[in-house]
């Protein structure tokens, strides 16, 4: 049925998204039994799909791009693709082919006195659900994912990359065709209205767990709305904090990159915290860095006072992630300082030190309660594929099931596997 039919009966619409995921429980039911080696031949089959289709997905591309004008800045970057987007979304999934199973893995096994030997079996979730906005590369990310995981995927991506996300998902399932899987093994919900969402979260029967990723105003409906378990990637309110023993020249570089590199993503730093004792030497170099690669400067009282061009940072700029060329700073008193500030403001997503204390590190990373927490490198390096994951689904700033980047491993379950002889319970 076509979007358009579907549209105008809005009385078949929760039927309509139960048929897609009906498809993708029989999907997941023989993805899960899949060998390894399948697998692996489709995800190199999609990667070839994606190079081989560039220039339709450019052309996608190019179409949600003009009618998405009224974007912010951050949201049409994460929107644009280009050659070298499309080929790292390929390459992406070469890597992903490349990855050992993390199905059938023996995540531990003992022999009980009874001579039960007793086996937690790595198994994959089921069918997942992925609720996105603007990145049309999370369709070929969480696809690819979901399928090295043995799960069947249903991918309702944002109106504003349809387009984009339709090219990218019919390039996925004729990988899946080469190798002889289901095509329902990919699928998106084949209708842009925003109810169907609601109908997507009440399938508790069908769908094992639900990933949004985007905003703050989706993260919150679908943790709200779902009956379904979420692994939720919230806000991306990350700091740098500059320690007293941080070489300048490091901090500067680390600084300017977390910050500029892209505004737009959610590793980007949004706050710096610099150590009081270094302030006079440290700071002024930095803040002259961030304003020369164009970054709005907001401050305490006390940075203001070594730079004209730091504007008053008022309450709410701690508790925000910009995506934007803006840039809270704040001077703190040492390293405990910068622990509470950032336990108490940050989003638990990426937490970055800079420092040549091995001590003051080694705290920072204890104490800090975030998904990720670095020593003396970018916040920009939150991200599956630079932890070697391939791509990712998204950053998971909670504590159950999954936390910071989730991969193919973080998209499985375990069971357990118990093998007797006889042995009856007394």
């Known amino acids: 049925m076509s979007a358009t039919a579907a549209e105008t009966r809005p009385g078949d619409l929760a039927g309509e998204v139960r048929a897609v995921a009906l498809r993708a429980r029989a999907a997941a039911s023989e993805l899960a039994l899949a060998a390894p080696e399948r697998k692996s031949k489709a995800l190199a089959a999609m990667a070839a799909a994606i190079r081989a289709a560039k220039a339709e997905i450019l052309a996608a591309n190019a179409r949600d791009m003009a009618g998405a004008s009224g974007l912010a800045p951050a949201l049409r970057d994460r929107l644009a693709l280009d050659a070298a987007r499309i080929e790292a979304m390929a390459k992406g999934l070469d890597e992903i082919a490349a990855m050992p199973d993390p199905v059938g893995r023996s995540l531990g096994e003992w022999t009980r006195p009874n001579g039960l030997r007793i086996v937690r ?3 994959p979730l089921g069918v997942v659900a992925v609720i996105y906005e603007s990145r049309p590369n999370v369709t070929a990310d969480a696809g690819a994912l ?4 043995g799960n069947a995927a249903i991918l309702r991506g944002g109106s504003e990359s349809v387009q984009s996300s339709g090219a990218i998902l019919a390039a996925l399932r004729r990988g899946l065709r080469e190798a002889g899987l289901p095509e329902d093994a990919i699928q998106r919900v084949p209708v842009q209205d925003r109810a169907a969402v609601g109908h997507l979260l009440a399938l508790d029967d069908l769908i094992d767990v639900v990933i949004p990723r985007g905003g703050r105003a989706l993260i919150e409906r679908v943790a709200a709305e779902s009956r379904i378990p979420v692994i939720k990637h919230l806000d991306g309110n990350c700091h740098t904090y500059v320690d007293g023993a941080a070489t300048l020249e ?36 930095i803040l002259a860095d961030l304003a020369a690669a164009g970054c709005e400067l907001r401050g305490d009282a006390a940075t203001q006072a070594l730079d004209p061009r730091v504007k008053p940072a008022s309450d ?6 910009y ?3 803006i840039i809270a700073v704040k001077q703190v008193e040492g390293v405990e300082e910068a ?14 030190i800079v420092t040549e204390d091995q001590a003051a590190a080694d705290r920072f990373l204890a104490a800090i309660d975030a998904g990720i927490v670095i020593h003396n490198s ?6 599956g594929g630079e932890f070697g994951m391939g791509a990712e689904i998204g950053i998971s700033t909670g504590k159950l099931h999954a936390r910071g980047p989730v991969g193919a491993e973080q998209l499985t379950s375990y069971k357990y596997v118990v093998r007797g002889s006889g042995q009856v319970r007394p």
């Open 378 to 383: 970018s916040t920009q390096f939150a991200d």
């Open 146 to 149: 979901c399928l090295r995981a």
């Open 121 to 123: 079996l790595s198994v």
């Open 339 to 352: 622990i509470r500030h950032i336990n108490r403001h940050g989003s638990h997503h990426t937490e970055a």
């Open 323 to 325: 995506l934007d060329a």
């Open 250 to 285: 490091m901090a500067r570089r680390i600084v300017v990159n977390a910050k500029m590199r892209r505004t737009g993503i959610c590793g980007a730093t949004e706050t710096l915290l610099v150590d009081r004792r270094v302030a006079k030497t440290h700071l002024p170099p």
């Open 316 to 321: 709410g700029d701690w508790d925000t992630e």
